[in-house]
């Protein structure tokens, strides 16, 4: 029977653009991994799971928002969902029969299915799982999920909105062997028809379709197909509002294509960029204003934020508060939060604060600034606070930083530096290494236990540390690598563990953020100058080379790195905060050199990630990252060598950045796409050291002697020998010990036969 729904189209006044789903306590975190255990039942599962979306929707409807995102709850990962939605998961899963069961073996593979590739979202910390489409896919619509998260909300009494990630963002995202994932738009487009006529016929009056990939740079016939599309949507007769979201940067050309199609709105983020002139084009549709901050952690200039409003309110039609992209990237809230100082507590706002903080300035908007005196005067204290706070300026590194000339990022030419260093490292050709960190055991993960929980005290952590320093030394030692690593038992999380040592970092208890399926962190945040105190792992570094002749390498994480993994200060320049960092980091090598370590390995892992999304933004970030990482890295002498690690991504991209990182050594993640790496590289021009990864450390199985000959035979056609490094493709800190040391046997002896 047809449903005869009369949908109004009413703006709404305050919303969010979609919440976190892991729970405050990371009850869901815990559930989904207890299920995968076996120890609790799907149904459990799922009610722990409905008990936190009740919970959540009902915190924002007391909190006032009038338009609530209902869908972004997920088990896993959106992308995830959203192929279920459309049929599109991959046939090798299509055997297991329990809908939960496939949709997890999707994401995390069985013993005999291989999981979907993940990778970065965008521009943040979250992974997503990148759909595959071939010709074998044959999109279907399964709404059942949205339909009953739906009910559930209208049940809690909310005005549900529900979240859907668009056919553009899904298609582009999606991965494909040879056709254009795009081509299959049409088929896509029939489906999200048909899901506006069933959303409508259960009532929902608006619809959010995400279309991130809006901010990254598309062409004009993309432009077109967006023009295309959303007009046929806008086509739908029985249908909700549409609004169309956009975040993480501006749409540029997308917006006014968007504009002229007949969609009911446009949510824009202005906390990266978009500016007010540019939403003329919207004319009488509503405008959801991303103007608080949804990925950092900062308190919102609500003054600021309410002329924004107001000016943007003088250029368009209807106006709705919002965050600007989902919650997703912030913590719960700051009520979990009991160790921040009362300073800094007061300049910060977690989601709840941000939800609140909408609240606010929809009322400042539509009733004026007097009914919201109080917030606005109580801001006005906090923000003031904050920027007279003596940790926002450390005079001292200022000065320092003042004072460095261009000499400070540059160390003699590489060749010079090459003859010294192997002058005095006597390295054996094709040197092998490792990335640094070794199997985290049960026994370093008790030893943190207790020392968190007061059972041992700091003496005793440090002689257990000592002892797993030891033992891996000598396994090293053993298997006959060239150059050592301490194995890095004391650190829990490679960022984390340095922002601990810092002034200007401070950390939060229960700041969980979704990084990928279950697994969470607690980025640090940054708030003030950084300066470095004392020696950060020199004690460490120095034990371990006490015990061996051969060379032990330094291991310390990069600033870009740093910065990418915590929530960073927003009242100065990203590169002036890089360049604080660095100097403390700079400090370290110098140390660490000191003391007498040879080698100093600067992990830059993330260097790739936070590449901004537009051409035209990354010349400018490339530009300051290396300067970074070699103003981090130029303090030693010219016969100490510098080592860096990069991995998790494709690199082409930033293929000449890596060169001009300068440093003597680069390991590399090259498990994929082994070769492609070396000859990117190789047609680069680069001329430094360079160990392309020849054990794939995301997977348990041990490569043979023959398979690492083989790739080390591969690499020397592109990179002669003295410049080839023998090293696994990552740290070893997931693996388990045995697997480990068989892998790292085998790939001693191939470096030894190759020889
Ligand atoms: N040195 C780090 C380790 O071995 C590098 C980790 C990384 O690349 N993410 O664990
Ligand atoms: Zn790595």
Redesign the pocket.
Known sequence: MEHNVTVSHTPFTATVLGLPRVGPRRELKRATESYWAGRIDAEQLHAVARELRRAQLSELRSAGLDSVPVGTFSYYDQMLDTAVLLGALPARVASIADPLDRYFAAARGTDTIEPLEMTKWFDTNYHYLVPEIDSGTTFSLNPEQLLAQLAEAREVGVAARPVVIGPITFLKLAKSAGERTLDRLPELVRLYRELLVQLAAAGAEWVQIDEPVLVTDLTEDEIALVRLTYTELAAVEQRPAILVATYFGRPGAALPALAETGIDGVALDFVSGTTVPEVSVLRDKLLVAGVIDGRNVWRTDLDRALETLRDLAGSTGAVAVSTSCSLLHVPYGLAAETGLDEGLRSWLSFGAEKVTEVRTLATGLHQGADAIEDQLVATRAALAARRADPRLHDPAVRARLAALGPDATRRAPAEQRRELQSERLRLPALPTT????YPQTSAIRLARAALRKGEIDQAEYQRRMRAEIADVVALQEKLGLDVLVHG?PERND?VQYFAEQLDGFAATENGWVQSYGTRCVRPPILYGDVARRDPMTVDWITYAQSLTDKPVKG?LTGPVTILAWSFVRDDQPLADSARQVALAIRDETVDLEAAGIRIV?V?E?ALRETLPLRAADQPAYLEWSVGAFRLATAGVADSTQIHT?L??SEFGEVIDAIAGLDADVTSIEAARSRMEIVEDLRSAGFDLGVGPGVYDIHSPRVPSVEEITASLRTALKVIPAERLWVNPD????TRGPAEVELALRNMVAAAQAVR
């Open positions: 490792t990335i640094g960190s890095e490679m291991m390995q992990d892992p690690h991995c998790y990552c740290g070893l800190k």
